[in-house]
């Protein structure tokens, strides 16, 4: 079954806290992907990854951390600096720029 | 930087009927894509249309592009109660995908 996926489906956070998301991929796909979507917006991109070991920021990479040390991972870290976590966060993967695959998502909500 | 910029930002129509959504974008781009998205899920990639295409059909969708005025349309005909999600337009201008805010639609049966 191949696919995107994302864990948790929900992530409750205390305040001070670093929380990772997992993203995972058997599509073979080169290049990675993670979104902020905030309640009936579009989506910000956070960080990006187009191979193995090697990541850019994307808009607002600021509070948000990742790491690429394996093809089918990229997991999101978002820490303590980040000052309004609360939102749906995507992850998603393509082969190339044309088409991106997602995942289902992890909704974050900050207590 | 949101490049696309989805017109309406809402939609409400009856089963049956057709609806368009448009999108307008500020820089010169290699391809425009449509997404779907359902109330809480992912994205769904529907349709992309390159820079040099004017036109494109997948089924009951219909897509536009004039890279004249900048801007697309995404047609939905014969639209059913499962079509209602929300649509964005996201832009490739050479770098990275860049969505729009998206447009909301609901079929009422």
């Known amino acids: 079954d191949g696919g995107i996926t994302q864990s948790p489906k929900y992530l409750f956070r205390k305040e001070g806290q670093n929380v990772t998301l997992s993203c995972e991929q058997n599509?073979?796909?080169?290049?990675m992907y993670w979104y902020r979507q905030d309640p009936g917006q579009g989506l910000r991109l956070i960080y990006y990854?187009?191979?193995?070991?090697?990541?850019q920021k994307g808009d607002i990479a600021e509070g948000y951390s990742v790491s690429r040390e394996k093809k089918e991972s990229f997991p999101l870290t978002v820490t303590s600096a980040q000052k309004n976590p609360t939102a749906f966060y995507l992850c998603?993967?393509?082969?190339?720029?044309?088409?991106?695959?997602f995942g289902p998502g992890t909704r974050l909500t900050v207590l | 930087s949101q490049q696309g910029e989805e017109d309406p930002q809402a939609l409400s129509i009856q089963e049956g009927e057709n609806a368009t959504m448009n999108c307008s974008y500020k820089?010169?781009?290699?391809?425009l894509q449509w997404y779907r998205q359902n109330s809480g899920r992912g994205l769904v990639h529907l349709i992309l249309?390159?820079?040099?295409?004017r036109e494109k059909h997948s089924g009951r969708l219909r897509v536009t592009l004039d890279t004249s005025k900048k801007s697309s349309s995404l047609l939905i005909t014969a639209s059913r109660a499962a079509d209602t999600a929300s649509y964005f337009c996201?832009?490739?201008?050479?770098?990275?995908?860049?969505f729009g805010g998206g447009t909301r639609l609901m079929v009422k049966p």
């Open positions: 998603a993967s393509s082969i190339r720029r044309d088409t991106q695959y």
């Open positions: 599509l073979n796909h080169d290049a």
């Open positions: 990854s187009q191979i193995v070991n090697d990541f």
């Open positions: 820089t010169s781009i290699n391809n």
């Open positions: 249309i390159r820079s040099n295409e």
């Open positions: 996201a832009t490739d201008a050479g770098n990275m995908l860049t």
